[in-house]
């Protein structure tokens, strides 16, 4: 006699294991906030580390509190600052770009000189403010 | 003549319980990780052009401060202030923490200079120099 021994086969139901997946993978999508943490870098000086440099090495960039700009003694607006410093650069690549606001200067301004700054291609700037 | 089955061997994993460990996995790591968020203050981020705007390397290495339209600082959604070194002393202790520290500068654009020269004298103090100045992308 051939007796048929049914084997037990179990299985799994794999097919609500997607639905689960899916569901966490919602979860981490409306979770997850993608930072975009963007500006403008820049290295301070250290604090008391005074350098001498010399006097021809340095570009005094003065802003005022209604947003005018001086570059070594010439007025000029924001639109010319870029190429002004760019041509300076090219004469002198030692130049340290010295942005100096008065207190009373908004940081809008001061971002918007920094940025002309940075995009003239200028590597060495520093910040201060202006002694009375 | 006898017929004999040979019963086949079956080889099967049981992977019934390999989801529930999966999902005691999931539910580890959600409750151990913390999602490092800081509320900060309310400003407004002056704007630059895409050009000389960078992204901070790493959210891990970065610091937070923030200061708003009236002046208050916050630092890491702590409020700390200039006259009283509160945040000279926790921009050092994490400086000391992390020696690659970033700073992140979320200022107000309508902050006047002078308080802004104040916090940074801070950091220089505190030698966390490498800073980034929070912009936004300028709209052509």
């Known amino acids: 006699m051939i007796r048929k021994k049914r084997i037990p086969v179990g299985e799994i139901p794999l097919c609500s ?13 409306v979770s997850t906030v ?6 403008i870098p820049l290295a301070l000086p250290m604090y008391g580390d005074q350098m001498n440099v010399p006097k021809k090495n340095i570009c005094n960039v003065f802003i005022n509190d209604v947003g005018l700009i001086m570059v070594s003694e010439t007025v000029m607006p924001i639109a010319l600052l870029k190429e002004n410093i760019r041509q300076r650069i090219i004469e002198n690549p030692d130049l340290i770009i010295s942005i100096k606001s008065v207190k009373d200067t908004p940081y809008k301004t001061f971002i918007d000189v920094l940025s002309e700054i940075k995009l003239s291609g200028a590597g060495k700037i520093s910040i201060a403010e202006m002694e009375k | 003549m006898k017929f004999e089955m040979k019963r086949k061997l079956q080889a099967n994993i049981p992977t019934a ?12 790591f959600l409750t151990v990780s913390v999602l490092k968020n800081y509320t900060g203050l309310p400003v407004i981020l002056p704007d630059a052009d895409l050009e000389v705007i960078r ?9 937070y401060l923030w200061i708003d339209k ?3 600082m916050s630092y890491n959604d702590k409020i700390v202030g200039v006259e009283d070194n509160s945040l000279y002393s926790s921009v050092y202790d994490s400086k000391r923490k992390d020696p690659q520290l970033w700073m992140f500068l979320q200022y107000d654009s ?13 950091l220089r103090k505190a030698t966390a120099i490498f800073v980034n100045f929070a912009t936004t992308t300028k709209q052509k």
């Open chain 2, 70 to 72: 009236s002046g208050a």
């Open chain 2, 17 to 28: 319980t390999m989801s529930d460990i999966v999902f005691m996995l999931i539910l580890f």
């Open chain 2, 55 to 63: 992204k901070i390397e790493s959210r891990r290495h970065t610091g």
């Open chain 1, 34 to 39: 993608i930072y975009a943490d963007k500006g």
């Open chain 1, 17 to 29: 294991l997607a639905d689960i997946s899916f569901l966490i993978l919602t979860f981490f999508l």
């Open chain 2, 110 to 122: 309508r902050v006047r200079m002078e308080i802004i020269t104040k916090a940074n004298n801070e």
